[in-house]
Each structure stands twice: as C-alpha cells, then as structure tokens.
C-alpha cells in the first residue's frame, strides 16, 4: 500500500485533506481550479496531487512520477505564457515560430521549476497565454498512452488567458477523455468565465503562515534563517513578495523606511528626499513600491499599537512607534493610509515617480507639520 505523500508542501493543511479524500475515492473530477494569492503553493499542489494519483493507481508509478518531477510530456502539459514568435499565426503550435533563445529560456526555466516547485517562471515578454497553447491541448489529448492511467494538463496563470483562448479552453472541457484531469491555477479566478468555472472543482488555497514561509525561504531558496525570520511577517503570506524582498535588499528597505519617516516627521524635507532618490529609476521602481509599501505597514502597525495590539510587523523598531504616538496621540491615520495606497497604484500606471515621491513626502509631512 503506497502511502499519499505531500512532503514539502508547506502549509495548506484543508487543501492536502481535500484532495487525499478525493484520491482515495477513486472519484476523480476532470478539472480542477486551484486558486489563491501568489505564490501560495498552488503549482505545486497540482504536481503534488497528481504524482499522488499515479502513486495511488499506476502501476508503474515510480517512472512516471520521476516523468511528473520533470514536467514532462505526455505526464504533464504544462501551459503558460509565453512570447509571441515571429509572424506566428494561430494556425501555428506554440513553439513552432519562436527563435532558438526563447525556447533555450523556456527550458531552462521549466527545469528550475522541476528542481523547485515553488519557484515562478519568468519569460521576457511572456504575458499572456496564446490561444496556440490552448489549441495544442487537443494534440495531446489524442495520442493514445494506453499504459498511462492518469495524464495532467496543467495551465499556470490561467487568469492569462485571453477570451479566445478561453473559448478553446471550453471545447476541451466539455468531453475530456477518461484519465485527462485539467487543473488551472490562478490568484484571479474572476478573470475566467463563469463557463470554464462551472466545470472546474474549485479549491481555495490560503496565504501562508510566517512560519511556513520562513521554511520556504530556507528549504527552497536558502536564505539564511535569521533574513527569512525577518521578511516572512512583510511578505503577506506569498513566496513570491517574500523572494522580491529579499532580492530588493529587505534589510536595507527597512532601515530607508524608518529614516525617511523621521526626517519627513521632523519637516527635513530635503534628506527624506534624498533618501528616495536612489529609488526613483525605472529599474528600481519594484523597491520604491515596496518602500511605499512597507510605509503603508508602518502606519498600520501604529493603528494597531494604539489599540493595544501588538501583532505588529516593525518589531526591530517598536521605538518609532512609541516615540511618535507619545509626540502626536491624536494625529488621524486614516486618511494618510489611503493615500499611500493610491501612491502605491500609480507606479503601476507609468506616473513619474518622481512625481509620487515628492507627494509621498509631503503627505507624510503634513501629520506633523501643525505641531512643530
């Protein structure tokens, strides 16, 4: 009797039972559609579930869970986006018009994906899933692996899918073949038909605990435990925010934070400016956002303070908390959060950033400006 084992999925206790039960039912649902914020597992989970069903049924299912590992046809068709070749036309398959770099990029990155199921697969200008993907889904559903119990057609960032796509998508759906089990996974479900939905068995999967993704960060990408103890409580329960932290230089975004607060507090407008102003390029507005960010946490963790929770992010620096709220009890917080976050927004937007940092200074000036 081989035991169902979801070794190194961290987290996501309801999903792991749910899908054991549905395992050892023997009554397998066609489609599935994973769904939750970034960078909570989702992916995994679907390789998880299905290199457990071969363990369960297959008889052979040591070679194919080795074939699942390395998400490799005719196991798993793993579907994403991918770049637009040139003078592709829908009639082509996906790869087919794509140059010899594109495909070299998307193997590499599908065998980091393979050595770490956490990791998210990036490709230059991959940003939506073509119809051509959708289409070839039809190829792999008809050859005939007649020693193969269960095959997996996998579609990552489904959300991605344009309404072409997504209508192709449906003529697969409606009469999938015995032993063909779709699972889509998105943080959008929304974005996906209600048609598509109908047919899918829905599974929410939830943020991760600090604890969970502090050993993500360690086991997965070895970052050292005491950095992973700290980012883990900033990362709002996904992989991916923790690992674009880390590679944003965490320790340094926090100590930035904490001084352009103060000097932006005590009305010294021209050295919390300077301390933006590293952050206000094109290839470094991903820390600005999350220097924003982590402002925006900074004043909820003072909301929080004021009413005697403390459950707060900023435990290395409690004491600006204490020293502001005994300085400024009554100044509102409200208001500043929400302008923070539609700070946080426009960057997304292409507004000038230099623009955003001179409002974000003087909006955060203007709590105190009245006491001074």
């Not at 039912?25 to 960078?39: D, N, R, T, V, Y």
């Not at 930035?256 to 932006?264: A, E, H, M, N």
């Not at 950033?353 to 709590?367: D, M, Y």
Request: hydrophobic share 40%; proline share 4%; glycine share 2%.
């Amino acid at each position: 009797m081989v035991n169902i084992n979801w070794e190194d999925l961290f987290g996501q206790e309801n999903v792991k039972i749910l899908l054991t039960k549905i395992i050892e039912s023997g009554k397998i649902p066609h489609a599935f559609l994973f769904h939750g914020i970034e960078g909570c597992g989702k992916d995994f989970a679907a390789l998880k579930f299905a290199e457990n069903l071969s363990l369960k049924y297959s008889e052979n299912y040591y070679f194919n869970i080795n074939k699942i590992r390395q998400i490799s046809e005719p196991y798993i068709k793993y579907i994403m986006p991918l770049p637009r070749g040139k003078n592709e036309l829908e009639s082509n398959n996906a790869h087919e018009k794509l140059s010899e770099d594109d495909i070299q990029t998307i193997q590499e990155e599908l065998k980091k994906k393979s050595n770490n199921p956490y990791y998210k697969i990036t490709i230059p200008k991959a940003n939506v899933i073509k119809v051509n993907s959708i289409r070839d889904i039809k190829i792999f559903i008809s050859l005939n692996f007649s020693d193969v119990k269960y095959r997996f057609i996998i579609i990552s960032e489904a959300h991605l899918m344009n309404e072409e796509a997504q209508n192709s998508l449906l003529k697969s759906l409606e009469e999938p073949p015995d032993g063909i089990i779709f699972i889509l996974t998105t943080p959008f479900p929304g974005h996906l038909k209600e048609t598509i939905r109908s047919r899918c068995w829905e599974i929410n999967f939830s943020p991760l605990s600090n604890s969970e993704i502090r050993r993500v960060l360690i086991n997965f990408f070895e970052i050292d435990d005491d950095l992973a103890t700290k980012i883990a409580p900033f990362s709002n329960g996904s992989v991916q925010n923790a690992l674009k932290l880390y590679e944003n230089d965490f320790e340094e975004l926090i100590e930035k934070t904490i001084s352009f607060l103060r000097y932006s507090f005590g009305n010294k407008l021209n050295s919390a400016y300077s301390h933006l102003v590293p952050y206000l390029s094109e290839k470094n507005s991903e820390s600005f956002k999350f220097l924003i960010q982590l402002t925006i946490m900074w004043f909820n963790d003072l909301q929080k303070y004021r009413v005697g929770n403390n459950d707060i992010y900023f435990t290395s620096h409690k004491e600006t908390l204490l020293k502001f709220n005994s300085k400024f009890p009554n100044v509102e917080l409200v208001d500043i959060i929400t302008k923070l976050d539609n700070m946080h927004s426009l960057i997304d937007r292409n507004v000038s950033l230099n623009t955003i940092a001179i409002n974000l200074i003087l909006s955060v000036e203007s709590l105190t400006a009245e006491f001074i």
